[in-house]
């Protein structure tokens, strides 16, 4: 039996690089889908797996071992599905923009949620900042500061012209890191920056709508280039998403991954409170009295509704 990592997943093919230091193409074991995954895709980039050899130099995975974490969002197409964005990572990176496209907070707090569910710590990597004009760097500001304030890193970067990078690279020295967010916030242009020789393809904003064209089209493991001594760190590249649905939270749980909320949801008068109506609720009141950001009210109010799979839909 053959063991391995993950590295690149091109639909039903996966690649996966050997303990002996070879990489090989692979396929899922044909049995291996019927234990009732509900997953679109079973297998994941960073996952360890192991492999029958095949006869024509291929391979099949027949078994993934247990995973550390993994970050999922819902399937766009099947709802009742979910989409495992990479497995066994040490931190996220959200690459987000105030414009050029513009990136939500409410795309922004489902994101961090989900990553709260699946203990996945994440920063928040604020793009092309030689792009900006004064009002949108102080809606940047304000955003930074928001999060900032709930515990997030924030991070803010050009990598147009490398502003920042020096800060960015010693985040992800050591680690594996899965680098997320809409299509056109600049991710292949960070990749490359990062990774002299990555050669990602990027692609130009659509002058009609301001919004990006998906360039990545499938998830890939790479390597970072060492520096001195440093731990090796990877990253995975993932294609650009459009919309963040949550998966398989029940409503109770989601306060507990919204920390500012949850916070505050020690002085309500009920445990199970859930700060939509509620007399005694220290959420509302905090609402009320500008303690908590409307922006993150909102996004908690569209996590609890997440149920009804038409309203989904038509967040998307």
Same mark, same amino acid.
């Given at each position: 039996m053959t063991h391995g990592l993950v590295i690149k997943n091109t639909g039903s093919w996966y690649t996966v690089r050997t303990d002996e230091g070879s990489t090989v193409e692979c396929k899922v074991k044909g049995t291996f889908r019927l234990r009732g995954?509900?997953?679109?895709?079973?297998?994941?980039?960073?996952?360890?797996?192991? &492999?029958?050899?095949? #006869?024509?130099?291929?391979?099949?995975?027949? @078994?993934?071992?247990?995973? =550390?974490?993994?970050?999922?969002?819902?399937?766009?197409?099947?709802?009742?599905?979910?989409?495992?964005?990479? $497995?066994?990572?040490?931190?996220? &990176?959200?690459?987000? #923009?105030?414009?050029?496209?513009?990136?939500?907070? #409410?795309?922004?707090?489902?994101?961090? $949620? +989900? $990553? @709260?569910?699946? =203990?996945?710590?994440?920063?928040?990597?604020?793009? !092309? &900042?030689?792009?900006? +004009?004064?009002? @949108?760097? %102080?809606?940047?500001?304000?955003?930074? +500061?928001?999060?900032?304030?709930?515990?997030?890193?924030?991070?803010?970067?050009?990598? $147009?012209?490398?502003?920042?990078?020096? @800060?960015?690279? %010693? &985040?992800? #020295?050591? !680690?594996?890191?899965?680098? +997320?967010?809409?299509s056109g916030v600049g991710k292949s242009t960070i990749i490359n920056r990062l990774i002299p020789g990555a050669n990602l393809r990027t692609a130009e904003l659509s002058r009609a709508w301001d919004v990006g064209q998906h360039t990545t089209t499938f998830s890939e493991m790479l390597s970072l280039p060492r520096h001195d001594d440093a731990a090796e760190g990877y990253i995975i590249d993932t294609p650009g998403i459009k919309g963040f649905g949550t998966f398989d939270m029940e409503p109770e749980e989601i306060t507990s991954y919204f920390r500012d909320i949850f916070t505050l949801s020690a002085g309500c008068r009920f445990s199970n409170c859930t700060h939509t109506h509620e007399p005694g609720c220290a959420v509302l009141a905090a609402l009320e009295s500008h303690r908590l950001a409307p922006s993150r009210y909102q996004s908690y109010l569209s996590m609890l509704t997440d149920k009804d799979e038409s309203r989904y839909r038509e967040a998307q």
């Open positions: 995954l509900r997953h679109t895709n079973p297998v994941a980039v960073g996952d360890r797996v192991s &492999l029958v050899p095949g #006869t024509d130099g291929t391979a099949l995975i027949s @078994e993934i071992e247990e995973r =550390r974490n993994y970050i999922i969002r819902r399937s766009i197409n099947l709802s009742k599905q979910s989409h495992i964005l990479a $497995a066994n990572v040490d931190q996220a &990176l959200l690459v987000v #923009t105030v414009a050029h496209p513009q990136t939500t907070t #409410t795309f922004i707090d489902r994101f961090l $949620a +989900s $990553a @709260e569910a699946y =203990r996945i710590p994440v920063v928040l990597v604020f793009n !092309k &900042l030689d792009l900006l +004009s004064d009002a @949108e760097a %102080e809606e940047q500001n304000r955003l930074s +500061s928001l999060y900032a304030q709930i515990g997030y890193q924030c991070l803010p970067v050009s990598a $147009a012209t490398g502003q920042g990078f020096g @800060e960015l690279t %010693e &985040l992800l #020295t050591g !680690k594996v890191s899965v680098v +997320s967010g809409h």
